[in-house]
């Protein structure tokens, strides 16, 4: 069975590798010719224009790989049954229990893989990207657009009942921001306090605090006008002072700060379930998020629906041609799969359907298929 397992993981490990090399090759021909166009500006040069398509390479990877797996397997299954070697195998004792449980093992190591990328490189590399591209275009941090990035905390760190409204202008680390607003609203709905720094670093305290050290910081306190009046509107007192630095105390964390100013897509499965919880612990719209959780959570499932799609292949015996034909037919399996993943997502969204349903019926039926595909072949062939 050594030996068995040896050969299998040598031919397709083999070809999953120069697939996917050739599918990074062209991503990263598609870069560079995208990047070239900034050459010149703001003394963007040719390394700079390499470096941000090396950025973009786990990315990439963490999209096409189990499209590769699935081509680089089918292509070597289908080498071993054009040969005959299959065949031999089978009279070996190879049934299609071990065969299964063979490709199995492989599929969960990738799907170890693609959890990784998911969960660290990917996303290291756009936000290493985002900052890339931000020392260019004349600043050292990441805008958000000119709105930036509203945040809702309705259970207020000092237990006094009151909601609290974060706007952060842009990110300059995982825990650094600039041109951040705080709005402290009372039980009544009432502003009482504004808070205007020009940066904030944020230090973590637990699970559900965090401590903000702002600086730069212009105070604003409303309250009724009992003393001196300074500035008043009405019945209300406004009281404005301005300080180098203030400690404040709040339940948003700089992980779910983060999370918000990140693009959904490049979010990990960390950052989205504790984004999630926050939203819905204020009463926000959840469901777009929760449905990206469960899909990052389940992405490397695809790993395993990918090797049982490639198993059938390996009983379709054909001594002369027919390499082309399953190959091609592997290729519109995958992009059949990556469809159907969106086109679940969207009906999910539409329909209300359960998140965790939405994200894992197309795996679900291809699995299904697959094996059916499978048995029948065993059977038959």
């Known amino acids: 069975m050594k030996t068995v397992r040896k050969l299998l993981y040598g031919q397709i490990l083999g070809a999953v590798l120069f ?4 599918f990074l090759a062209l991503f990263l021909f598609f870069d560079l010719v995208d990047e070239l166009q900034r050459l010149g500006r703001d003394g963007y040069r040719l390394p700079d224009a390499l470096l941000s398509c090396a950025y ?24 071993l049954a054009q040969t005959s070697e299959y065949t031999i195998l089978r009279t070996g004792g190879l049934g299609p229990g071990r065969a299964l449980r063979l490709l199995g093992l492989l599929g969960l190591l990738a799907a170890a893989l693609t959890f990784a990328m998911g969960e660290w490189a990917a996303p290291w590399g756009e936000q290493q990207l985002a900052r890339h591209k931000a020392r260019f275009d004349g600043r050292a941090e990441v805008t958000l657009g000119r709105g930036g990035a509203w945040l809702r905390d309705a259970s207020d760190a000092s237990g006094q009942g009151h909601t609290l409204t974060v706007n952060v202008g842009a990110a300059r680390g ?49 309250h009724h006008a009992t003393k001196a009046r300074e500035d008043t509107v009405g019945d209300v007192l ?22 918000s100013v990140l693009p959904i897509d490049t979010m990990s499965t ?3 379930w504790q984004y999630t919880r926050h939203l819905a612990r204020n009463a926000q719209a959840v469901q777009k998020y929760e449905l990206q959780f469960w899909k ?25 041609g027919g390499m082309s034909l399953k190959i091609f037919g592997g290729i519109m399996l995958g992009i059949s799969f990556v469809l159907a993943n969106h086109v679940s997502s969207h009906l999910g969204l539409i329909h209300q359907w359960s998140p965790w349903l ?24």
């Open 174 to 222: 995982a825990q650094e921001f600039l041109a951040v607003r705080v709005f402290e609203f009372n039980r009544e709905g009432r502003l009482v306090r504004r808070l205007s720094a020009q940066s904030a670093r944020i230090e973590p305290l637990g699970e559900q605090a965090s401590r903000w050290h702002l600086q730069g910081v212009e105070q604003t306190l409303w």
């Open 270 to 272: 960390a950052a989205l």
């Open 19 to 22: 697939v996917t090399l050739a």
């Open 358 to 381: 939405s994200a894992l019926a197309p795996s679900l039926f291809y699995t299904l298929m697959a094996l059916s595909a499978f048995v029948w072949l065993v059977r038959n062939r």
């Open 296 to 320: 990052k959570t389940f992405a490397p499932l695809a790993c395993l629906v990918m090797m049982s799609l490639a198993l059938p292949f390996a009983y379709l015996q054909a001594r002369s």
């Open 56 to 79: 973009q390479l786990p990315g990439h990877l963490y999209d096409i790989f189990p499209i590769t797996l699935l081509i680089g397997s089918i292509s070597a299954l289908a080498r």
């Open 238 to 259: 406004a009281h404005t002072r301005k300080l180098d630095t203030l400690v404040w105390d709040s339940r948003l964390s700089g992980d779910v700060v983060a999370a």
